[in-house]
């Protein structure tokens, strides 16, 4: 089922309220059918031809039950939120690998952040 115009914004609202914890030039995706995460990833610079151009995906996933509160709060207390979030994406990232030593076609598999249980519920 398609996300709700609504929930995707939201969704989007969230990576804009973190996007400072990734690189400059990361990039915010989202799939149509996927209601309780976005997707993160940006370019892998310097990198040998032969080697991927783009680091792993970063999944941040959400509960329904944290999405549906943030949905319903305060400019004040999304910015509180941000905050939240944030810590939590920098301590789960503390062993992320971007990927670069993944051959150029390689699969990559995707690192989660998954905050079911400890953002907003």
Do not use: C
Not at 35 to 40: D, P, W
């Amino acid at each position: 089922m398609p996300a709700t115009f609504e929930r995707a914004r939201d969704l989007s609202a969230l990576f804009d309220g973190v996007v400072d914890v990734f690189p400059p030039d990361a990039r915010y995706s989202r799939y149509d059918d996927s209601e309780r995460n976005f997707i993160v990833k940006w370019p892998l610079k310097g990198q040998p031809a032969d080697k991927s151009p783009t680091s792993k995906e970063v999944s941040i996933r959400f509960s329904e039950e944290a999405l549906h509160t943030y949905s319903g709060m305060s400019q004040e207390d999304k910015a509180a939120a941000h905050q939240i979030l944030r810590a939590l994406i920098q301590q789960r990232m503390a062993g992320y690998d971007e990927g670069r030593d993944v051959s150029r076609y390689g699969a990559k598999e995707p690192f989660i952040v998954d905050t079911t249980g400890e953002f907003l519920d």
